[in-house]
């Protein structure tokens, strides 16, 4: 249902199940434990889906994931239309883009999103993870390693509970579909629908098809040009990682020096 607490109801199952760290009990056991019936076959424009009827579902999964943290995540999001939305449809078929687009899709999609968030990494456990430590990539590789996720989960788990300013951005052919940013972010003045500059690493990327494994440094006027902050401090540099999540769409996270 839709007035459900995604955050709330993640927890409330892991509480349930006595699971509170990863590996206490696997996906595919709490599936189980649901009453569902997990399956895994190829698919063409699907990552997963899941069919219910009252306190049954089979949910499938393509066979083709290859990275267990994408397998991770399409499994946690189908739960979570499992728990949230068997009285609203019986069907829901996801694919690269409804579980990329956390921000953009309608609330059934972002509750989905957000309920398999924190089913993988629960709040609290995630937060005495960073704790106080700096942003870098060497923080995200291994906090997404501990919690079995994708680098692009975590940054975006980190935008609402790490210590340091940033901004999570998704792009699609080159264009700004959805961006959403910590509290204490800096900058804003970022147009939905514009173009990607040219001078940073996601310009790059979908103008010369090149991609650095580690963060590079942009000038941050580069990406908020009509930033008003920017006219008294022009040399500003961010950090700028960036994840391809589709043939078309890429992550650029940006984080504060």
């Given at each position: 249902m839709l007035g459900?607490?995604?955050?709330k109801?993640?927890n409330?199952l892991r509480?349930?199940?006595g699971?509170?760290?990863?590996?206490?009990i696997?996906?595919?056991e709490?599936?189980?434990a649901l009453?569902g019936?997990l399956?895994?076959?190829?698919?063409?424009?699907?990552?997963g889906?899941?069919?219910?009827?009252g306190?049954?579902?089979?949910?499938?999964?393509?066979?083709?994931i290859?990275?267990?943290s994408?397998?991770n995540?399409v499994?946690a999001h189908?739960?979570?239309?499992?728990?949230l939305?068997?009285?609203?449809?019986?069907?829901y078929?996801?694919?690269?883009k409804t579980l990329?687009?956390w921000?953009?899709?309608?609330?059934?999609?972002?509750?989905a999103n957000q309920?398999a968030s924190e089913l993988?990494?629960?709040?609290?456990?995630?937060k005495?993870?960073?704790?106080?430590?700096?942003l870098?990539?060497?923080l995200?590789?291994?906090t997404?390693?501990?919690f079995?996720?994708?680098?692009?989960?975590?940054?975006?788990?980190y935008?609402?509970?790490?210590?340091?300013?940033?901004?999570v951005?998704y792009?699609e052919?080159?264009i700004?579909?959805?961006k959403?940013?910590?509290s204490?972010?800096p900058?804003?003045?970022?147009?939905?629908n514009g173009?990607v500059?040219?001078y940073t690493?996601a310009?790059?990327?979908?103008?010369?098809?090149g991609l650095?494994?580690?963060?590079?440094k942009?000038?941050?006027?580069?990406?908020f040009?009509?930033d008003?902050?920017l006219?008294?401090?022009?040399?500003w540099?961010l950090w700028e990682q960036?994840f391809?999540v589709?043939t078309n769409?890429?992550v650029s996270c940006?984080?504060?020096q």
């Amino acid at each position: 249902m839709l007035g459900i607490n995604p955050i709330k109801a993640a927890n409330d199952l892991r509480n349930h199940l006595g699971c509170w760290e990863p590996g206490d009990i696997s996906l595919d056991e709490m599936v189980f434990a649901l009453g569902g019936v997990l399956k895994e076959s190829p698919m063409e424009g699907a990552e997963g889906r899941i069919l219910m009827k009252g306190s049954n579902a089979i949910i499938t999964i393509n066979s083709n994931i290859t990275y267990p943290s994408k397998r991770n995540f399409v499994i946690a999001h189908e739960i979570g239309h499992f728990i949230l939305h068997n009285e609203l449809t019986p069907f829901y078929a996801d694919n690269d883009k409804t579980l990329s687009e956390w921000y953009k899709n309608g609330p059934q999609e972002q509750q989905a999103n957000q309920f398999a968030s924190e089913l993988l990494m629960p709040s609290e456990l995630f937060k005495s993870k960073v704790a106080g430590k700096r942003l870098s990539l060497s923080l995200i590789e291994q906090t997404a390693a501990y919690f079995g996720v994708s680098l692009t989960a975590a940054f975006l788990k980190y935008k609402d509970l790490g210590d340091f300013p940033i901004m999570v951005i998704y792009l699609e052919n080159g264009i700004v579909k959805w961006k959403q940013s910590s509290s204490d972010f800096p900058f804003q003045w970022l147009p939905i629908n514009g173009k990607v500059p040219v001078y940073t690493v996601a310009g790059d990327y979908f103008n010369n098809k090149g991609l650095e494994a580690k963060p590079e440094k942009v000038d941050a006027i580069e990406w908020f040009p009509s930033d008003f902050k920017l006219k008294d401090e022009p040399d500003w540099q961010l950090w700028e990682q960036c994840f391809p999540v589709s043939t078309n769409g890429l992550v650029s996270c940006l984080w504060t020096q």
